[in-house]
Nanobody, 125 residues
């Protein structure tokens, strides 16, 4: 499986961005596509996850109500719509494929089989 992430950029506080992660190749139906972010000096954070079928989603408390993860099953592209962005959302965002599990397990990322390249999101105040 290859994951191609894009969509980052520079936006003002309160603005919106949409990240996309195109998945190609065979993926197990038990898998999830997860979005992580890492800001300088901070630990990696699981931001959102969606099951391969698109039927289950997870959001970190820090983004709940502002971010929406969705999946286009026609072309296996996963989107992360980010609204009401804050400067603390600035980070490098990666998508990753791993088995759907508890939030704690997915956060550890020990089951990640495939990583996409990072895309930088910068939110100015």
């Amino acid at each position: 499986v290859q994951l191609q992430a894009c969509g980052g950029g520079l936006v003002q506080s309160g603005g919106s961005l949409r990240l996309s992660c195109e998945a190609s190749g065979r993926t197990s139906r038990g898998y999830a596509i997860t979005w992580f972010r890492r800001a300088p000096g901070k630990e990696r954070e699981l931001v959102a996850a969606i099951s391969w079928s698109g039927g289950r989603t997870y959001y970190a408390d820090s983004v709940k109500g502002r971010f929406t993860i969705s999946k286009d099953n026609a072309d296996n592209t996963i989107y992360l719509q980010m609204n009401a962005l804050k400067p603390e959302d600035s980070a490098v965002y990666h998508c990753a494929a791993q088995p759907w599990a508890t939030a704690q397990a997915m956060e550890r990322a020990s089951g990640v089989r495939y990583w996409g390249q990072g895309t930088q999101v910068t939110v100015s105040s």
